[in-house]
């Protein structure tokens, strides 16, 4: 549970407390999920997305990513033991697409998997 309080009285200091969520496990393991990211970022004009499954399901899987108004500029195909691919800032024609936002996604077997955003600056 994340709270915040801010009580105090008059000639005290504002001080504010934080309260942070915390992961436990009864069995003491911890299970990672799927891990996507891209360094560096913001980047210019490359970057690397890493990704890793948290099952060993490595077929039919994809990275996509979109521009702001979520159309679709470019997708990599992942190979079976691929872990990451570097996107050079061009669409899937080979033109360089303009500075700003994007959002890549991993998709398996056409399922959304997560997403991440990422910002070119030219």
């Known amino acids: 549970m994340v709270g915040l309080s801010a009580e105090y009285e ?3 200091s504002n001080i504010i407390e934080f309260e942070l969520p915390y992961v436990s496990s009864d069995d003491n393991t911890i299970q990672m999920g799927e891990v996507l990211t891209n360094f560096p970022n913001p980047f210019n004009p490359t970057t690397t997305i890493s990704f890793s499954f948290a099952t060993e399901h ?3 899987n994809e990275i996509a990513i979109y521009n702001l108004k979520g159309q679709k500029i470019r997708h990599y195909s992942i190979e ?3 872990s990451s691919i570097i996107w050079n800032g061009t669409d899937q024609t080979g033109k360089q697409v303009s500075s700003g936002i994007y959002f890549y996604r ?3 077997d056409g399922k ?3 997403s991440k955003k990422m ?3 030219k």
Request: charged content about 10%; aromatic content about 0%.
């Open 80 to 82: 079976n033991n691929q």
């Open 10 to 12: 008059a000639g005290e």
């Open 58 to 60: 490595t077929e039919n």
């Open 106 to 108: 991993l998709i398996s």
């Open 119 to 121: 910002l070119l600056l």
């Open 112 to 114: 959304h998997i997560t």
